[in-house]
């Protein structure tokens, strides 16, 4: 019912940027917090940032300073700005929704597809 498109990801050099999208589709009565998670190969998923309903923010210590998250409330779309990138960002990154679909249920937690991100040196 709830679908997380995720979009942004690609090659880049160290040192460079890009930028991440996601958009949350379907019946959402509201949006709790929207983040960004990221999987490399071998490793644990990974919180890299999330913005919650109020705009405060949290980001992972390894990406402090270099990236962004921003949200568009009225589109439901989480934004992931990243700058400076170093190959050890590279991952798959997934969207991450924590939302209610309707009025007195439980809070619910989508996730997204993913996009992989690359980065070389």
């Known amino acids: 019912q709830v679908q997380l498109v995720e979009s942004g990801g690609g090659l880049v050099q160290a040192g460079g940027s890009l930028r991440l999208s996601c958009a949350a589709s379907g019946s959402i009565f509201s949006i709790n917090a929207m983040g960004w998670y990221r999987q490399a190969p071998g490793k644990q998923r990974e919180l890299v940032a999330r913005?919650?309903?109020?705009?405060?923010?949290n980001y992972a210590d390894s990406v402090w300073g270099r990236f962004t998250i921003s949200s568009d409330n009225a589109k439901n779309t989480v934004y992931l700005q990243m700058n400076s990138l170093k190959p050890e960002d590279t991952a798959v990154y997934y969207c991450?929704?924590?939302?209610?679909?309707?009025?007195?249920?439980?809070?619910?937690?989508?996730w997204g597809q993913g996009t992989q991100v690359t980065v070389s040196s």
């Open positions: 913005i919650l309903i109020g705009g405060s923010t």
């Open positions: 991450n929704a924590d939302l209610w679909l309707r009025i007195g249920e439980r809070k619910s937690t989508y």
